[in-house]
């Protein structure tokens, strides 16, 4: 038997477990499991690798991405430019530590706007945003962080009201942050939406649910939009050729 599975602190609405699970049954895949291991502490990461035999591949989520590093033996070129782990590579001498979320969400915003953007506002600061702003570069897209708080290098909310070009003359604006997911699905991200018009691309990387709140106010005003489900399948997919390489 492998075993696959997804380490996090809560788990109860994942979307690997199902996504995987779906994909060894409709694929005819043998012999291969994946489940979900909540982790009070990353602290007890390493029992979870000596205790569980025949795991092969993990992938990670909040509040893991980071402190998970420091258990790994390696980190692949897309971890280090990220600055984060979400799949994980074992075998019996090495902990691999990759990211797939740079992939998942290259390869979807690519295809989605192609050439047509050439500059971004990233919503958040969060482990998300770091695999969002590699992309972005790798892309040749220019990006400006927005926070709650006051940080370096990065807006405020409150500057995208006082300082209205940032929003009226940005192209792309993509959401890291989980406002709007369910079960708070009435939340967003405090933007000036009375700027928003036909020319912005609406990226939010919340899945569910499939529209947002703040997609639905943006696809009100004209805007292109768009959920984070096949950056989700992307990634999933990444992690397998990981897993299988």
């Known amino acids: 038997m492998r075993r696959f599975g997804l380490i996090g602190k809560t788990l109860k609405h994942s979307f690997s477990q199902r996504y995987f699970s779906d994909k060894f049954t409709s694929e005819n895949i043998r012999n291969s499991r994946y489940d979900l291991f909540e982790l009070p502490a990353i602290d007890d990461f390493p029992a979870l690798i000596e205790n569980t035999s025949e795991l092969i591949g993990l992938n990670v ?139 912005h691309f609406v990226y939010d990387l919340v899945y569910n649910p499939l529209e947002t709140k703040l997609m639905r106010e943006a696809k009100t005003r004209g805007a292109q939009v768009k959920n984070g489900l096949e950056m989700l399948e992307l990634q999933a997919e990444k992690s397998w050729e990981i897993w299988n390489s």
Not at 139 to 155: E, F, H, W
Not at 170 to 179: D, F, G, R, S
């Open 61 to 199: 989520t909040m509040p893991y991405k980071n402190e998970v590093m420091q258990y790994l033996t390696t980190l692949d070129r897309s971890a280090k430019k990220v600055g984060a782990v979400n799949v994980i590579k074992i075998n019996s001498k090495e902990r691999i530590g990759y990211n797939s979320d740079y992939y998942g969400f290259k390869l979807s915003l690519e295809g989605w706007v192609g050439d047509n953007v050439k500059d971004a506002l990233v919503l958040g600061t969060g482990g998300s945003s770091k695999a969002v702003t590699a992309a972005l570069s790798d892309l040749g897209i220019t990006y400006q962080y927005v926070s709650r708080t006051p940080k370096t290098d990065c807006l405020t909310y409150r500057d995208l009201y006082e300082q209205k070009e940032w929003i009226s003359e940005v192209q792309l604006i993509v959401n890291t942050t989980p406002l709007g997911m369910y079960p708070d699905m009435d939340n967003m991200a405090d933007i000036p939406m009375g700027l928003i018009a036909e020319h």
